[in-house]
T-cell receptor, first 115, second 113 residues
Framework: AQSVTQPDIHITVSEGASLELRCNYS??????LFWYVQSPGQGLQLLLK??????LVQGIKGFEAEFKRSQSSFNLRKPSVHWSDAAEYFCAVGSRGAGSYQLTFGKGTKLSVIP | KAGVTQTPRYLIKTRGQQVTLSCSPISGHRSVSWYQQTPGQGLQFLFE???????NKGNFPGRFSGRQFSNSRSEMNVSTLELGDSALYLC????????????FGPGTRLTVT
């Protein structure tokens, strides 16, 4: 069965500092990987996705992520964090079976930004 | 293009009651999935619908059910509510061909007292 691990429950960074959120996945086939962001009381917004091809993918709001098959990782990065980036971030893997499809999410990493 | 809409946004129910939540997908999207989000269990897959058929269901009791209409709108129902059903229920829609990319609504916050 597929699974996603986000080792960091809570990360605090200063505004303007760089950011890296870790994500490790377990899936038997080629993974479809996603990062979502959730602000308090809101739904999930898709930041970026990896299906195949270039292992470095660009997303919205200046985020990028790198897929490393050998490490089963899909870490999210941003060179300079803004106060508005404070939110909870979820990594997810998409799996297909029996004609259906579902996302399996990690537990999330809450990001706090110090002005 | 309007996003995924969910109604109601907030709901308070009593144990033993039942509840129905509604989801309208993005125009043109034919697949709808539901997820439950709680502080303890995180985000968990409930079920997926496509062309009015449930194609997959997560590990939830039979009290959780859903359906999809011909216009792709979906409802989920929880009967005999328990305190542990208090959660944020999220609906997501996707195009058929771009099935892997799911777009989420704002969710319905259900509180069971």
């Amino acid at each position: 069965a597929q699974s996603v691990t986000q080792p960091d429950i809570h990360i605090t960074v200063s505004e303007g500092a760089s950011l890296e959120l870790r994500c490790n996945y377990s899936y038997g086939a080629t993974p479809y990987l996603f990062w979502y962001v959730q602000s308090p009381g809101q739904g999930l917004q898709l930041l970026l996705k990896y299906f195949s091809g270039d292992t470095l993918v660009q997303g919205i709001k200046g985020f990028e992520a790198e897929f490393k098959r050998s490490q089963s990782s899909f870490n999210l990065r941003k060179p300079s964090v803004h106060w508005s980036d404070a939110a909870e971030y979820f990594c997810a893997v998409g799996s297909r079976g029996a004609g259906s499809y579902q996302l399996t999410f990690g537990k999330g990493t809450k990001l706090s930004v110090i002005p | 293009k309007a996003g995924v809409t969910q109604t109601p946004r907030y709901l308070i129910k009593t144990r033993g009651q039942q509840v129905t939540l509604s989801c309208s997908p993005i125009s043109g999207h034919r697949s709808v999935s539901w997820y439950q989000q709680t502080p303890g269990q995180g985000l968990q897959f409930l079920f997926e619908y496509f062309s009015e058929t449930q194609r997959n269901k997560g590990n939830f009791p039979g009290r959780f059910s859903g359906r999809q209409f011909s216009n792709s709108r979906s409802e989920m129902n929880v009967s005999t509510l328990e305190l542990g059903d208090s959660a944020l229920y999220l609906c997501a829609s996707s195009l058929v061909r771009d099935h892997y990319e799911q777009y989420f609504g704002p969710g319905t916050r259900l509180t069971v007292t």
